[in-house]
C-alpha cells in the first residue's frame, strides 16, 4: 500500500530512463524537483518499514528497528509522529499538595487549558501579592509612625524589620500556588517527538531538582522543582530510543513499567538530592515506542522489554542497499533537493553534480545493480559539495564541487589509508616498477571504504623440521589456507613438495589497524610460485582475489576501493577476479590511470604478473595444462 509520489513532478523521459543515471529525469538542476510535504514521503527505499510504521501509527503499536546507522530509522520515527492523530494531545500541570508537600498533585487537561490556567492563577498570585504588600508597608508605617510619636525609635525600626522579613518570607506564597505547566502542547500542531538517544534517567524519566534551601522555609516549593522526562513529554506522540541497549538495566525496568502501565510517577533520580524526597501521583506517558540499534542491541536489551514489542508491535530490519532502477534514481535526485531544502542554505545541485552524486551511492553500496541507504554519510555529501559553491557565491552546485566534497569528506579510514601510502613512499616500501622474486603487491580494504596496498613477500627455505609456513601478524591463519591452496597447485606442475620446505610470508606493514587479509590468497600463491621458480614479479602490476585448491580465482570484496588504491600508489595493471568485473565503479579520474585485467584462473593471473621469458612462459604452459578442465579430474592434496 504506498502513499507515495513516486515522480517528483517532473517530466521523465521513458526511452532513455533504463540507462539515464538520472532515471531520465528533464532537469537542468534539483529546483525543478519538488519535494513532498510530508516526512513519510520523502524516505527513500526502506519499503517494508515504511508500511510498518504507517500500520503501526493506525494501530498505536510499539516499533523496533534494526540496522545500520543512517538509514532512516529516526526519520521514520519522526513521520510517525506526523501521521498520529493531534486532537487528543493533552497539557499537564503540578499542583502543590497543601497535605503533603512531598506528594504534588498532578492534572492533565485538553492542550492549550495548560497555559489558560496558568495565566489565571498567576492574576490571582499578583492580586493576592499586591494585598500582601500594601498591607506590610501599612503596618510598617504605622509602627514607625508610633515610634517617631511614643516611644523608642530604636525598637520602633527593630518591629518594622521583623514584619518585614515575616512577610517577606511568607510573600511568595501567592506564586506558590501558581501550578508548574510540566507538558505544554499549546503550541504544538502535530503529535509530539521525543528524541530520547543516550539520555540519562532523569532527561527519559523525569526528575525533581534537589533544594538546598528546603529545609529552612525559604526553598522553592516542591511542585515547582517537577521537570517532566521524555516519556511524559512524548504522551500521545512518538518516543525514539536509538542504541536503546546502552540504556542501563534499571532504566530498561522503568521504561518496561511505564509502557504497561501509561502513566509514572516523578521522582528525583539522584538518590541523596533532596528531590528524591519528592515523588509525584502518576502523570500519562501513553506513548509509542520506536526502538532502533544495530544487531547488538537486541542482545543486551532488556527482555522483557522486547518481548513487549514483539507481543505488541512489529520488528524491522532496515536494508543497507537497494535495487538501480531508474525509479530509484529518480528518487535519489530528488533526495538531493529534500536535503538542499532542508539545510536551506545550500545551493541547488546540477544534473551533472547529482549524476555524480549516483554514481557514489553506486560505489557505496559495494553491491552489483545496487545503490546505497546509507543516507546520512550521502547527505553529509551534498553538505559539504553543497557549502564548497556557497562558499564561491555560486548559483549552483556543480559537478566539481562533488568531486572536491569527496576529497573532503573522507571517512577516518581513507584519511588513515592515504596518510599511509604517503609515508610509504617517503621509505620507498613501495615499489611500482621492475620485477622482484617473491613479491607482489597486494590490496586490502581497511574500515569499509578504503583500499590499501599491501605487499607480501615470500620466501622459500630448506625445512628445518617438517616444514611451516610462517606469516607476520595476525594473517597467519590465512597464509597457512593460502599456501596449502598453492601447494596442491605446485604439486601438479614441479617436483617441489612444499609440505617439506619452510615457507615464510611477510606482509609489509600490514597490522597498522583493520586490515582485512581474506581476499589476499591469489597474491601469496602468486608470491611463492615465484619465489619457488625464480620467476620476477612485475612491480607495476596490483592484485586481488581469493584462490581455490583448483586454480581458480574467486570473487572478494571492495575491489572498487583496492583499485583505487592501487592506482594512487602508482600501479598501472591490477588484477581483479573475472567474477568482480561488474562491481568495478572507480572514479573517471583513476580508469585513464590504470589497466584492470579480470582473471579467472592463477595461470591468467601468472601470465600477466610474472616477468622474463622464457621461464615464465613454460611455467604458464604446465600450469594451463593442469588447472581448468584437465586439473578437475586430478586428484587434489
Ligand atoms: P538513523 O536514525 O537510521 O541513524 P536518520 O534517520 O537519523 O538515521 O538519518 C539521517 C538523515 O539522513 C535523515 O535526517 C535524512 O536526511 C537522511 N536519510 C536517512 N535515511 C533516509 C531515507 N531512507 N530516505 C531519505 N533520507 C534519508
Known amino acids: 500500500g504506498s502513499t507515495v509520489e513516486v515522480d517528483p513532478g517532473v517530466e521523465v523521459d521513458e526511452e532513455i530512463a533504463e540507462d539515464d543515471l538520472l532515471g531520465g529525469l528533464k532537469i537542468d538542476s534539483t529546483e525543478d524537483i519538488e519535494v513532498p510535504d510530508r516526512l513519510v514521503d520523502q524516505v527513500i527505499g526502506q519499503d517494508e ?9 493506525k494501530q498505536r503499536r510499539h516499533v523496533m528497528m534494526i540496522g545500520s546507522p543512517g538509514t532512516g530509522k529516526s526519520m521514520l520515527a ?11 494531545l493533552q497539557d499537564v500541570l503540578v499542583y502543590p499538595n497543601p497535605d503533603d508537600d512531598n506528594e504534588p ?3 492533565t487537561v485538553p492542550a492549550g487549558k495548560g497555559d489558560q490556567i ?4 498567576r492574576e490571582e498570585a499578583n492580586k493576592h501579592n499586591r494585598r500582601r504588600s500594601i498591607l506590610m508597608w501599612v503596618i510598617i508605617a504605622a509602627i514607625i509612625g508610633y515610634a517617631i510619636i511614643v516611644g523608642p ?8 524589620g521583623v514584619i518585614w522579613l515575616i512577610f517577606r518570607t511568607m510573600g511568595n506564597s501567592g506564586d506558590a500556588m501558581v501550578p508548574n505547566l510540566l507538558v505544554n502542547n499549546g503550541e504544538q500542531r502535530v503529535a509530539p517527538f521525543e528524541d530520547a538517544t543516550g539520555a540519562h534517567a532523569g532527561a527519559l524519566l523525569g526528575d525533581v531538582r534537589h533544594d538546598p534551601f528546603q529545609s529552612g522555609g525559604m526553598g522553592t516549593p516542591s511542585h515547582e522543582r517537577v521537570e517532566p522526562g521524555s516519556i511524559h513529554k512524548s504522551n500521545k ?3 525514539f530510543l536509538d542504541e536503546i541497549n546502552t540504556l542501563d538495566i534499571r532504566t530498561q525496568q522503568k521504561l518496561m513499567t511505564a509502557i504497561q502501565e501509561g502513566e509514572f510517577s516523578i521522582t528525583g533520580q539522584s538518590e541523596r538530592s533532596s528531590g528524591a524526597m519528592v515523588q509525584t501521583e502518576p502523570v500519562s506517558c501513553d506513548f509509542i515506542m520506536v526502538a532502533a540499534g544495530n544487531l547488538d542491541a537486541m542482545e543486551n536489551m532488556h527482555p522483557a522489554l522486547r518481548n513487549r514489542i514483539k507481543g505488541y508491535g512489529y520488528e524491522v530490519y532496515m536494508d543497507d542497499t537497494i535495487e538501480d532502477t531508474p525509479e530509484m534514481r529518480r528518487k535519489y535526485a530528488r533526495f538531493i533537493a529534500q536535503e538542499v531544502e532542508r539545510d536551506g542554505r545550500l545551493p541547488h545541485f546540477t544534473d551533472e553534480a547529482v549524476e555524480e552524486l549516483l554514481l557514489e551511492a553506486k560505489r557505496r553500496s559495494g553491491r552489483k545493480n545496487h ?5 546520512r554519510t550521502l547527505g553529509g555529501l551534498v553538505r559539504v559539495a553543497g557549502d564548497i559553491a556557497r562558499a564561491e557565491d555560486r548559483e549552483y552546485t556543480t559537478r566539481d564541487d562533488v568531486l572536491r566534497a569527496k576529497d573532503r569528506s573522507r571517512s577516518i579510514e581513507q584519511q588513515l589509508a592515504d596518510d599511509y601510502i604517503e609515508r610509504r613512499k617517503d621509505y620507498e616500501l613501495q615499489i611500482n616498477d621492475g620485477g622482484v622474486e617473491g613479491r607482489v603487491n597486494g590490496l586490502a580494504v581497511m574500515g569499509e571504504d578504503s583500499g590499501i596496498m599491501l605487499p607480501v613477500m615470500a620466501e622459500i627455505a630448506p625445512a628445518q623440521a617438517g616444514g611451516t609456513v610462517i606469516a607476520t601478524g595476525k594473517l597467519q591463519e590465512m597464509a597457512e589456507e593460502s599456501v596449502q591452496n598453492v601447494s596442491a597447485i605446485i604439486k601438479k606442475f614441479s617436483d617441489v613438495d612444499l609440505s617439506e620446505k619452510d615457507v615464510h610470508i611477510q606482509f609489509v606493514q600490514a597490522g597498522e589497524g583493520g586490515v582485512d587479509g581474506d581476499s589476499a590468497s591469489i597474491t601469496v600463491a602468486t608470491a611463492v610460485i615465484s619465489a619457488l621458480e625464480d620467476i620476477p614479479i612485475d612491480q607495476s602490476i596490483a592484485m586481488t582475489g581469493s584462490l581455490s585448491v583448483r586454480g581458480d580465482v574467486l570473487p572478494v570484496g571492495g575491489v572498487t576501493h583496492k583499485i583505487e588504491a592501487a592506482a594512487k600508489a602508482g600501479c598501472t595493471k591490477i588484477i581483479i577476479p573475472e567474477a568482480n568485473e561488474q562491481d568495478v565503479m572507480i572514479e573517471d579520474e583513476y580508469e585513464e590511470m590504470v589497466e584492470i585485467i579480470p582473471c579467472s584462473n592463477i595461470s591468467e593471473v601468472l601470465d600477466v604478473a610474472l616477468m622474463g621469458e622464457p621461464k615464465k612462459d613454460s611455467l604458464v ?9 584437465t586439473f578437475d579430474q586430478g586428484t587434489v592434496g
Open 49 to 57: 518499514a515504511r508500511d510498518i510504521i504507517i500500520k503501526a501509527a
Open 78 to 88: 519522526k513521520a510517525m509522529s506526523q501521521l498520529l492523530p493531534q486532537e487528543d
Open 105 to 107: 498533585k498532578v492534572r
Open 118 to 121: 496558568v495565566a489565571a492563577h
Open 153 to 160: 525609635l530604636l525598637l520602633g525600626f527593630l518591629a518594622a
Open 237 to 239: 506522540g512518538v518516543l
Open 371 to 375: 545503490l546505497t541507504l546509507h543516507f
Open 621 to 629: 604452459d604446465r600450469l594451463k595444462s593442469i588447472t581448468g578442465t
